[in-house]
């Protein structure tokens, strides 16, 4: 081991042996701003990120969404083989694109055509959190992680509680691992009960996970890079159910008790307006729309401009 030099007894700056760096005593500074470094880098968490105003808005808009229950493939078509149809576990609700579990969702590099379909723009409260969230993962975030272009511009907002189904109420509020494919940092934002969030190495699914986070009402959790993104897969396990409230809107046969919205980036080229997806696409979703299209001006004039698109077509061809 190398000995140090006592304190009160330098070794002169030069000419002799160099002086060795003084060793730091006692805890170590936090770091207030810069990029963190090491294993923590890209990986964040934030109590209390929602405030008071923000809540109030943020309960308001959300008590008027119309969130849809999808099935997990086409109806229109027979169900890949080997998997078996299902409802998802959860209503959900998107904004900037929406990816029906039908279409496969946007994972790139092996899917990314025909599976982002044009959605409603955040609402101005919700963007304006959004940019601070990303000048946050900006600062905070070594810039490596951050893809050029990257911006928050897609939220899916999840719905979890209990199901009835036909005879009793089932607690439905979880969601298995899986990987977020969408590129750069992910933003999420926890409303109601806490949720037992876990980081799990892929393909040791049994074993301890390598990060365990209670996300608790009103908290902010950032990740990105490549070993958060990438490496880790992520799962809800359990949604607490102390207060034995519900919160935002009124779902048939459905008692939300948390509502986490989490915000991603699809590239502007991938997301497709309805009327330009394949006629097979448009079939698979045409329920989809057409149900949210009741509740919704954005909707209801994707459909209209796809109706538009058909009867030139039709005339074209007929001409
Ligand atoms: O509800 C959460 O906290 C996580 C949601 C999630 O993993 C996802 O939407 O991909």
Not at 7 to 12: F, L, N, R, V
Not at 279 to 306: C, G, N, V, W
Request: with cysteine; net charge positive.
């Amino acid at each position: 081991m190398r000995k140090l030099a006592k304190p009160g007894h330098p070794k002169p700056a030069h000419g002799g042996r160099r002086r060795p760096r003084p060793v730091p005593q006692g805890p170590l500074l936090e770091r207030s701003s810069g990029p963190q470094r090491g294993l923590d880098a890209g990986c964040a968490y934030e109590p209390d990120f929602v405030t008071a105003s923000q809540r109030q808005a943020l309960d308001a808009w959300l008590g008027k969404l119309h969130p849809l229950w999808e099935q997990r493939y086409s109806t229109k078509r027979p169900v890949p083989e080997g998997k078996r149809q299902h409802g998802l576990l959860r209503p959900v609700y998107w904004l900037g694109n929406w990816q029906f579990a039908c279409l496969g969702y946007y994972e790139p590099p092996r899917r990314t055509q025909h599976c982002a379909v044009a959605a409603e723009p955040f609402p101005p409260m919700l963007q304006q959190m959004v940019s601070t969230i990303e000048r946050r993962i900006r600062t905070q975030f070594p810039a490596s992680y951050v893809p050029s272009g990257w911006h928050l511009n897609t939220c899916l907002i999840n719905f979890y509680g209990n199901r009835w189904d036909g005879n009793r109420w089932q607690d439905v509020a979880r969601v298995g691992e899986h990987r977020d494919f969408e590129p750069g940092p992910v933003a999420s934002i926890s409303l109601g009960e806490r949720a037992l969030f876990q980081f799990v190495q892929r393909g040791q699914l049994a074993a301890a996970p390598v990060r365990t986070q209670w996300l608790e009402n009103n908290s902010l959790q950032l990740f990105g890079g490549p070993y958060w993104k990438d490496d880790l897969l992520h799962r809800v396990t359990r949604v607490e159910n102390k207060l034995k409230a519900t919160l935002g809107p009124t779902i048939s046969d459905f008692a939300t008790r948390r509502i986490n919205l989490t915000f991603r980036y699809v590239p502007s080229v991938d997301v497709t307006p309805f009327r330009a997806l394949s006629p097979r696409a448009q079939s698979d979703i045409a329920e989809y729309m057409a149900t949210l299209a009741k509740h919704s001006a954005f909707f209801a004039a994707q459909l209209a401009a796809a109706t538009q698109v058909a009867m030139l077509r039709s005339r074209d061809r007929e001409a």
